[in-house]
């Protein structure tokens, strides 16, 4: 890998994680690389004030712009970046490693009513100058296609390995003491990531359908229908419904925690209905939205025995939890999609 070919530069968002796998990438490689320093400030009438001080490293190289875009501000930074890199600056390519994106869910064109911001977005970057992105557990298969009707490549890393290797320990000493396991999804838009890590363990698969009733409360259920259709589906997974689950460790798979209401709702339904011996929670991008303590990790309203959380979003100390959560680096993953990536450049 020729490293005068490549330039890589971070967004302000979630620096820690672009730092991780930048290094796991020249331990891939065998190179230095380092990211050029982005200057960041603020004009007097608080609109933004980035540059790159060594833009001229930029011209003729494939340029990898790294941001965790959790709000509009750091989205507004990486397009700005993209464009420079591409038009202003002369980069070959760009290439954007998103491990979080902020319009995952705005993404249904049935929805008339609703803007379809996830291929908004798309638009956007395609026209400032990108043509590959990389995600992570990226919320649906619908935004991909939304990125490749825009011409934009996609790559989106599974973290099912990474996390499956943190909880087999769990999963063995389970199988020691004659505990079945199973992973369970929450909802069916969310069954592919159970059936990655559930193959992953090699473990069967249970699924909780969630909707929402006429005064808006979340309630879950599923049917033996819809999981004949997912057998079909995946002939290679067994597939259990909520009656074969008694006495069993339970690990619910989910791309994100918002609030984590569905998570403990999903988790009492199981242990006091189902009378499932214990349930773990693993889940990618700890989103967490305003008044999630009160709704998932606070006392006597927890009712998981285990909380693993990757890190594609940043949590400063706010957002720790004295050790309720246990982090897990998947970095690894995204560094290893970038160095293919780039290796075949």
């Known amino acids: 890998m020729n490293t005068n070919n490549f330039a890589f530069i971070s967004g302000n968002g979630s620096f820690e994680f672009s730092e991780l796998v930048l290094t796991r990438l ?55 970046l993209v464009w420079a890199a591409k038009h202003q600056y002369g980069a070959v390519s760009v290439i954007g490693v998103l491990p979080f994106f902020m319009h995952r869910r705005e993404d249904h064109a049935e929805k008339m009513e609703e803007i379809n911001r996830s291929r908004f977005f798309a638009n956007q970057l395609a026209a400032a100058g990108a043509s590959r992105v990389i995600f992570c557990d990226i919320h649906s298969q619908q935004v991909i296609t939304n990125f490749k009707t825009e011409g934009i490549d996609v790559i989106d890393v599974d973290s099912a390995p990474i996390l499956a290797e943190q909880i087999m320990s769990l999963v063995t000493l389970a199988r020691t003491n004659g505990v079945p396991v199973a992973v369970d999804s929450p909802d069916f838009g969310s069954i592919y990531r159970a059936v990655s890590l559930a193959r992953a363990l090699k473990v069967p698969v249970a699924i909780g359908k969630k909707f929402r009733s006429a005064t808006g409360a979340i309630k ?33 798979r989910d791309d994100e925690v918002s609030s984590g209401d569905t998570s403990q709702k999903r988790a009492a339904h199981l242990l006091d209905d189902i009378q499932v011996n214990e349930v773990v929670f693993c889940g990618t991008h700890a989103v967490f939205n305003r008044g999630w303590r009160r709704k998932f990790v606070r006392a006597g309203v927890n009712r998981l025995s285990r909380i693993f959380l990757a890190n594609t979003i940043h949590r400063d100390y706010r957002k720790q939890t004295g050790g309720v959560i246990t982090n897990v680096d998947v970095s690894p993953g995204v560094a290893n999609a970038l160095y293919l990536t780039l290796a075949q450049l």
């Not at 200057?39 to 965790?68: A, M, N, W």
């Not at 995946?234 to 074969?244: A, Q």
């Open 26 to 80: 020249n331990s891939l490689a065998g190179t230095e690389f380092g990211f050029l320093h982005l200057d960041s400030d603020y004009f007097g009438d608080g609109g933004p004030d980035f540059y790159i001080p060594r833009y001229d490293l930029l011209k003729g190289r494939h340029v990898v712009i790294f941001q965790s875009m959790t709000d509009l501000e750091l989205k507004d930074e990486f397009l700005t």
């Open 220 to 252: 879950l259920s599923s049917s033996d229908d819809e999981l004949d259709s997912l057998r079909q589906e995946y002939p290679d997974v067994e597939f259990l419904n909520d009656s074969s689950l008694n006495s069993f460790l339970i690990i619910q």
